[in-house]
């Protein structure tokens, strides 16, 4: 009866040791589930693993990029495509800061005023076109799920883009140290 005992605990030891061995070297995976015949670029929904955590990013605004022109225009920003750029880059400065990237985004909303140099239409395209730099592209083919809202204007009337974004943070990856 001894021997059984100690040859069911030793099996009992040696799989829970298989198991967590399994674990620690083969992270959870997210999964992002992709509609081929959606017309937007965005995942349908995504799949977060319970050993992740989430890193909820405030609402990023566009920096200045024409500091020859008066800081109270649009001109001193650009339009829509160079103010989401620069928002796209500033949102990946943030993530690569925290050890994290752009392929670890999973959610997306944006936000877009209108053009007032476009009819005062909002420049959907334009957007997108910052957008595909950095989501959907062959070096980081992940996309995350997104919205893109039309708003009246921003605080600053200069402004035509800003973005809120979700990223994961896998068990496997820590923050960086500051």
């Known amino acids: 009866m001894k021997k059984i ?20 070297a083969e992270p959870s995976s997210i999964t ?5 015949n959606q017309q937007y670029p965005f995942a349908v929904s995504v799949e ?11 609402s990023i605004t566009p920096d200045i990029i024409n500091k020859d022109v008066n800081s109270a225009t649009q001109e001193a920003y ?21 050890n994290l990237s752009m ?17 005062d239409t909002v420049d959907y395209n334009g957007f997108m076109a910052a957008y595909h730099q950095f989501f959907a592209t062959k070096g980081q083919p992940n996309i995350p799920t997104g919205s893109v809202v ?18 994961v943070r ?4 820590s923050p960086s140290s500051p």
């Open 32 to 36: 992002r589930n992709v509609d081929t």
């Open 78 to 98: 650009g339009n829509t495509e160079a103010q989401a750029r620069n928002v796209f880059e500033k949102l990946q400065d943030i993530l690569g800061k925290m």
């Open 150 to 167: 039309e708003i009246k204007k921003m605080f600053n009337p200069a402004w035509l883009v800003t973005v809120e974004a979700v990223a």
């Open 170 to 173: 896998r068990a496997s990856k």
């Open 48 to 58: 977060v693993p319970a050993d992740s955590g989430f890193v909820y990013l405030s």
């Open 103 to 119: 392929a670890d985004v999973i959610q997306i909303r944006a936000y877009l005023a209108a053009d007032p140099k476009q009819s």
């Open 5 to 24: 005992i100690r040859h069911g605990m030793r099996s009992i030891l040696l799989a829970a040791f298989c198991i967590q061995t399994a674990l620690a």
